[in-house]
């Protein structure tokens, strides 16, 4: 069965189209959009007597001979290539020889994006019927009700295909049940094992009073004898009036007069329930061979599904959340610190308490990692016991916790907070036998500080550098007050840096790429650098988003242009295949002309257009690309590389790299790591989607011999990293080329 035509499962794509073919009683077969059959059920080799292995890959005409209707046999031909389904009578013949009278309904299977992908076929020896009008009608009647069902299951697979939410499975599955069995209303149940009841996830076309009822279904074994034979039998069930006194009571609590309850196993284990009510007895039906089929492959549909939504929720929660405490990670308390500022808005004031765990090496080291963690995960509790409700408690490192405080009055009602939190911690704690004492050290920062020159996000950052900066010195000083002033610094830089490019204080240094295979440096990345002249040297990130924010990056980036330009075509007199890679910002790619103003530079250093590659950050690419893409189009056009730098961290889709004129994805160092910490998997699956979009891929922040061993074992094309060289100033590249 091909992925076009049913979509995949998380980790299992044949669990889908084993389910829909095996969910019907009838003979079954699937094409693809050429008519050849990709897959047929046991009910199609029980009627004409060929396995699967001798269908697959032919077209249904082997099934046809000398007694086929010739007209009839035209009309489905042309039904298929007009995408048209078709429902009729034809004369068919057995492995065996014998013909028999099949009754047909064939119906396309559209794509995602809307061509058809293949064709579903339902097939019924009615030979014994074929001249009884009567019983004709009627199988027509079931054919069509059956074609109704595969439609229905075909709806289900589309959406549960997808990652989607536990929410949003049981709800498509509640909707699809009245359908798919001629229910009158419908529910899906979740067992929970660790309790061992069963409540009501989902309800469809009950009235507002009945539903209110269903909610509040809170069910356990002892409670009902059918669901606790269902449990020990693991086989659907109906309930009528013939039923145990509490199947009786909630069929008039519930005001119909039968349903049905099919369970949805995972891995030999209940997930739940599947039902159907039927609410008058003329209505009611027996769970007969072929309600129960449909019925049976709903659950596998359902049980397929709710894995997924498990194992996607979990993901997002593990990506959200520190494993060992189950505290919020970095990245959670960014988003919330960056949300807390923009809902106060300079009104409130916002406060983070940065701190560090005195002594946990020494913990580590006496009595083991395990003891450690033992700690860290009561240092969680017992701060998590401290704090108000709507504060934030994040864990951000081994040893580092970071507290947000939204809407607080000033520094007493935080130093306030702090004195309880030292009073909750002294208590000692008690691990493998010894009794350990916890203290942290703790730094404080304030939104109240003005911060009118960064955006939300940067100013939630400088707010966790300038905690963990008074938390530093009060560690290592023992300065006080809790809090330090390190916004002042970043004030500081944002006045001092628009001029800092005039005064000569920006330096362009050079980081090298090794070429994996060839194991020699064939380009090098440009990078600049700040030295203020009271403050010392300035790392990047402290002062980039300052000068993304007050529009000096455009400027910065045609210095850092030009300088590399020069310095780089000096270089290649000795080594002519030396490449240059050079960063470029939002601000630069949204003006119009960008692209000429490259060109013209490169000539005027005579450089090779193809020896330059202007880097692009995948997370920062503007919201409006027309005029990005236009841009870095003519530049590709010209023959420049575009790559796509931190691939990884950003949100763009397949397609959208597809159509972008991109030659290079940089990996973001967080994945290079994983690879060594956690296996290569993730990184592998990368390469190979570049190697399909015959694009260069470059690992960075290469800082270890491990992490070199693991990007030229799984075939990454270069690296750059401290394990290969750290960044450096012209002259001292020249030397390092020269040895």
Not at 29 to 46: C, G, H, K, L, P
Not at 318 to 331: E, F, I, M, Q, V
Not at 490 to 495: C, G, I, S
């Amino acid at each position: 069965m091909t992925a076009d035509v049913f979509p995949p499962r998380v980790g299992d794509r044949e669990s889908f189209s084993a389910a829909l073919i095996q969910a019907l009683p009838e003979a079954a077969v699937v094409t693809d959009a050429s008519q050849r059959i990709v897959s047929v059920n046991d009910a199609f080799t029980a009627m004409t007597g060929y396995a699967a292995a001798e269908a697959i890959g032919r077209n249904c005409r082997f099934l046809q001979g000398p007694g086929t209707d010739r007209e009839q046999a035209a009309a489905i031909r042309r039904s298929l290539q007009w995408n048209a389904p078709f429902r009729g009578r034809l004369l068919n013949y057995r492995k065996n020889g014998e013909a028999f009278w099949n009754e047909l309904a064939i119906v396309p299977v559209p794509g995602p994006s809307g061509p058809v992908t293949g064709f579903v076929g339902l097939q019924r020896d009615v030979t014994e019927s074929v001249d009884d009008r009567a019983a004709l009608l009627a199988l027509l009647t079931q054919t069509e009700r059956e074609r109704a069902t595969l439609g229905a299951l075909l709806d289900v697979a589309r959406l549960l295909g997808q990652e989607v939410s536990t929410d949003t499975v049981v709800r498509s599955v509640s909707e699809v049940i009245p359908e798919l069995c001629g229910a009158d209303r419908s529910a899906v149940a979740i067992w929970d094992g660790d309790t061992s009841r069963l409540t009501i996830a989902s309800a469809t076309g009950w009235p507002a009073g009945l539903a209110e009822r269903m909610e509040r279904v809170n069910l356990s074994p002892g409670e009902s004898p059918e669901l606790a034979e269902l449990l020990v039998q693991r086989q659907p069930i109906v309930i009528g009036a013939q039923s145990s006194a509490w199947a009786r009571d909630a069929l008039e609590r519930f005001e119909v007069a039968s349903f049905a309850a099919m369970p949805i196993h995972s891995g030999g284990a209940l997930r739940g329930l599947l039902l159907a009510y039927w609410t008058s007895a003329d209505k009611a039906a027996d769970l007969d061979e072929s309600l129960s089929a449909r019925l049976s492959g709903l659950a596998g549909l359902t049980a397929i599904a709710l894995d997924n939504a498990l194992l996607l929720e979990e993901t997002h929660w593990s990506a959200a959340h520190d494993s060992l405490t189950g505290l919020p990670n970095r990245t959670t308390l960014e988003r919330q610190l960056e949300r807390a500022l923009e809902q106060a808005n300079g009104r409130a004031a916002t406060a983070v308490i940065f701190c560090d765990v005195d002594g946990l090496k020494r913990t580590n080291d006496a009595l083991g990692h395990d003891a450690g963690d033992q700690l860290l995960k009561e240092v969680a509790r017992r701060i998590r016991a401290v704090v108000r409700p709507q504060d934030t408690v994040s864990r951000v490192g081994g040893d580092e916790f970071v507290i947000l405080l939204a809407h607080v009055d000033g520094e007493p009602e935080v130093e306030d907070l702090v004195r309880r939190l030292e009073d909750a911690l002294a208590a000692p704690l008690r691990i493998a036998g010894r009794s350990l004492s916890i203290r942290l050290s703790m730094g404080l920062a304030f939104s109240s500080d003005p911060l009118v020159h960064l955006p939300p996000s940067a100013a939630g950052t400088a707010l966790i550098r300038a905690a963990d900066l008074a938390m530093y010195q009060r560690k290592s000083r023992g300065a006080s007050p809790l809090s330090g002033a390190p916004l002042g610094r970043l004030q500081r830089l944002a006045a001092d840096l628009p001029g800092a490019l005039g005064r000569g204080e920006l330096a362009v240094h050079y980081q090298p790429q090794l070429d994996l295979a060839a194991g020699e440096t064939v380009a090098v990345e440009a990078l600049v650098r700040w030295t203020h002249p009271v403050l010392g040297p300035v790392q990047p990130d402290e002062f980039i988003p300052i000068a993304e924010m007050n529009g000096d990056i455009a400027s910065i980036g045609e210095f850092v242009l030009h300088r590399a330009l020069a310095d780089i075509s000096a270089l290649r007199r000795d080594r002519p295949g030396l490449g240059l890679a050079v960063n470029v910002s939002n601000d630069q790619l949204d003006r119009r002309g960008f692209a000429a103003g490259i060109a013209e530079a490169l000539r005027s250093s005579g450089m090779p257009f193809d020896a330059l590659t202007l880097e692009i950050t995948e997370s920062k690419l503007p919201a409006d690309r027309v005029v990005a893409l236009a841009e870095l189009s003519e530049l590709r056009a010209a023959g420049i590389g575009i790559a796509l730098d931190d691939f990884g961290t950003g949100y763009t889709s397949l397609a959208q790299l597809r159509d972008m004129p991109v030659t290079e994805l940089k990996i973001d160092r967080s994945f290079v790591q994983q690879a060594v910490s956690r296996g290569p998997d993730l990184i592998v699956g990368i390469v190979g989607l570049a190697r399909g979009l015959r694009l260069r891929v470059v690992a960075e922040g290469v800082s270890t011999a491990a992490h070199l061993d693991r990007v030229r074992e799984v075939g990454f094309d270069r690296a750059q990293g401290f394990a290969i060289a750290r960044p450096m100033g012209v002259a001292e590249l020249a030397g390092f080329l020269g040895r």
